[in-house]
């Protein structure tokens, strides 16, 4: 910097100043030029960005591949995960997150379907090849549907993985269960320290949860398949019971979280979710669509909010999952 008196004195060239501008104060704006980047996918589920953002790991859940996508189009394979099994339905190779240290440890994480039940596992991926599969946590209950199988890390650097209740609803407000909730872990396949329970749940009373994402402000969202007339955007909080069986949508019975949007499930049927500068986009199965929840409606936590969400592009539905469940 330079600095300049009334009486034309300039100063000396200062020391070189860094800094940070602040977020942008409007969030989002409106996609356009919607393009495909990548076409020749069976069932591709899974989608993580490396901490470069110049590649992505996408998983295929009934080929248990993992490819390596650029935002040109160029897909590679790296790897197959072993030991996976499908369901027949919705199981298979789910999830994949990527370690927010991959740089130094090159560790992601997937979560897949198994014998004995769902699995979250770590190996190896070196920039080309996969390698060192390690189980972290096993006999996650499974079944044909409701398996959910997000994963995300947090800014906390804890691992979060969504389960579904395995169509074995008493099990989303069983606190002892994996089924039915978000789980937090360590990168080390124990619970992360300060679990509202103490074990590995994080939030319960989940039906199938899909899509995670943290904002801006580090809060987590979590879109889920309800059963046959709402569909859910939660805002997740440790401890919290978001309400399946008793609840399906919004409801007013004590102890239990409401969604903070929900949908028709024709209109849905809610996959993976993204957020993008504080905005969430939803990517709909049976609604063969892609939501944008702006950050506005959120922050007003509005009770009842159906409808008030609106479409904004037709998009192929990713994660097909055949019939609605
Ligand atoms: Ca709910």
Known sequence: MVAHDAAGNTSAQSNTVSFTTNACSSD??????????????????????????????????????????????????VGTVPNAVTTNGEGGLLGVAIDPNWATNHYIYLMHTAS???RIVRMTYNGTSLTGYTILLQGIKKNQYHNGGRLVFGPDGYLYASTGEAETPDLAQDKNSLNGKILRL?????????????????????????????????????????????????????????????????????????????????QASPSGIAIVRNVVYMAALKGERLWRDPDQRRQRERRHPVGVLRRH?????????GARR
């Open 186 to 266: 360590t990168t080390a396949g124990q619970p992360a320290p300060g679990n509202p329970f103490g074990n590995y749940v994080y939030s319960y009373g989940h039906r199938n949860p899909q899509g995670l994402a943290f904002d801006r402000s580090g809060r987590l969202w979590e879109a889920e398949f309800g059963n046959s007339k709402f569909d859910e955007l939660n805002l997740i909080k440790p401890g919290g019971n978001y309400g399946w069986p008793t609840c399906e949508g919004t409801c007013s019975v004590s102890g239990m979280t409401n969604p903070k949007a929900t949908w028709p499930t024709g």
């Open 313 to 321: 592009v037709r998009t192929p539905a990713y994660g097909h999952q």
């Open 116 to 118: 004995e039940g769902n």
């Open 28 to 77: 989002g704006g409106v996609p356009s030029s919607i393009t495909t980047i990548s076409t020749g996918w069976a069932i591709p589920w899974g989608t993580y960005w490396m901490p470069d953002g110049q590649t992505a790991l996408v998983t295929e859940r009934d080929s248990f591949k993992v490819f390596k996508v650029t935002p040109s189009g160029a897909k590679t394979q």
